[in-house]
């Protein structure tokens, strides 16, 4: 009821900028001129989406995709993992601060839109889940709130609830090498029911950050095991290595 009356009266309320605090002048929460000074990604590789910044490439590929591709497609960002960003994605996911979540979604949405213009959009997005235990402690899945966002602005339905965490497993930034975050996440995902995407070709792959790519790794294996799809993984900021 609290809840709900809060919710009245935020969208009441003209939305302050989650940067600056003045009224945004927008149907979000982010003033124009904020907007345009939040950080931007430079050149990144056309595969993992990870910030080049003048290193080793060819043909836009990074060095650790020219020799081992990951299972997915492509991995694009509405911005890098810095400043003020971190902090932000972090209000939203640990503060249920869902105004900002929601105003990161839109410039997302942007991007999303921009780079399928021309080319067929994906089919379905998928949310990367939580498993039960830690959605009942933090009350709500990110990866959600972003694709009820994209799904509104970009016209591309969501499967909620077709893949699933069924295994609790350990934070991926406590363990320390990619072998220990690959078995971490070991039979953790699983689709249902398993035939769920099997008239799907193209897939859209949400989540907040992309760090290690551990998590897109594992879920786009499961979907590639089952079926030949273009898998894209979208966020809202992507980390560098
Ligand atoms: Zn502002
Ligand atoms: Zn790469």
Redesign the pocket.
């Known amino acids: 009821m609290f809840s709900k009356l809060l919710q009245t009266l935020r969208c009441a309320l003209p939305a302050a900028c989650i940067v600056c605090q003045q009224a945004s002048g927008r149907d979000y929460s982010l003033c124009e001129d904020c907007e345009l000074a939040l950080p931007k990604l430079g050149e990144c ?6 910030e080049l910044k003048g290193r080793l490439s060819y043909e836009s ?2 060095s ?2 020219l020799l081992s ?2 299972t997915f497609d492509s991995c694009r960002a509405a911005f890098p993992y810095a400043s003020p960003i971190n902090k932000l994605v972090g209000s939203f996911k640990f503060s249920a601060r869902f105004d900002i979540g929601y105003s990161l979604s839109r410039v997302l949405s942007k991007a999303f839109n921009t780079h399928y213009s021309g080319t067929g959009k994906p089919q379905l997005l998928l949310p990367v889940p939580l498993h039960t235990k830690r959605l009942r402690t933090r009350g709500f899945n990110q990866s959600n709130e972003i694709c009820r966002v994209l799904s509104s602005h970009c016209g591309v339905t969501t499967a909620y609830s077709v893949l699933k965490k069924i295994r609790s497993t350990k934070a991926q930034t406590s363990m320390n090498s990619a072998d220990a975050r690959k078995s971490n996440l070991r039979g953790a995902f699983a689709l249902s029911p398993a035939e769920a995407l099997k008239d799907i070709s193209h897939i859209a792959l949400v989540d907040d950050v992309v760090n290690t790519m551990a998590t897109s790794e594992a879920i786009s294996r499961l979907i590639s095991a089952q079926q030949d799809c273009q898998i894209d993984v979208w966020c809202l900021a992507r980390a560098s290595r």
């Open positions: 590789c056309q595969r993992c989406g990870v590929l990074c650790s995709c591709a990951p």
